[in-house]
Nanobody, 122 residues
Framework: QVQLVESGGGLVQAGGSLRLSCAAS????????MGWFRQAPGEEREFVAA????????VYEDSVKGRFTISRDNAKNTVYLQMNSLKPEDTAVYYC???????????????WGQGTQVTVSS
């Protein structure tokens, strides 16, 4: 089992920045790819970004490329999502995910955090 706990969400004005953190714990959690999905009200849950556990390979959803950066600190078993130039359409609940293989597909991730709310005002 892997437990994921997100933090860092909040309210920010358009153009501002936030950094989300996700701390992982549990057996072999350091060997897992980790990432972020988000879900806005009335919308499907969508992929945001992911990072592999070993070489730090990253993948991003097109709308966040150049604005969001995913990184991880394996010593702390933590993944981060630095979000810059935030837009109102980034408003959503952001979920941390983990599994053995990096993927853009939500069905490929077994472990999910509880989510943290990000609200961007215009």
């Amino acid at each position: 089992q892997v437990q994921l706990v997100e933090s860092g969400g909040g309210l920010v004005q358009a153009g501002g920045s936030l950094r989300l953190s996700c701390a992982a714990s549990g057996r072999s959690s350091r060997s897992y790819a980790m990432g972020w999905f988000r879900q806005a009200p009335g919308e499907e849950r969508e992929f945001v970004a992911a990072i592999s556990w070993n070489i730090g390979r990253t993948v991003y959803e097109d709308s966040v490329k150049g604005r969001f950066t995913i990184s991880r600190d394996n010593a702390k078993n933590t993944v981060y999502l630095q979000m810059n130039s935030l837009k109102p359409e980034d408003t959503a609940v952001y979920y941390c995910v983990a599994d053995l293989v990096i993927s853009r597909e939500k069905d490929k991730y077994e472990y999910w955090g509880q989510g943290t709310q990000v609200t961007v005002s215009s």
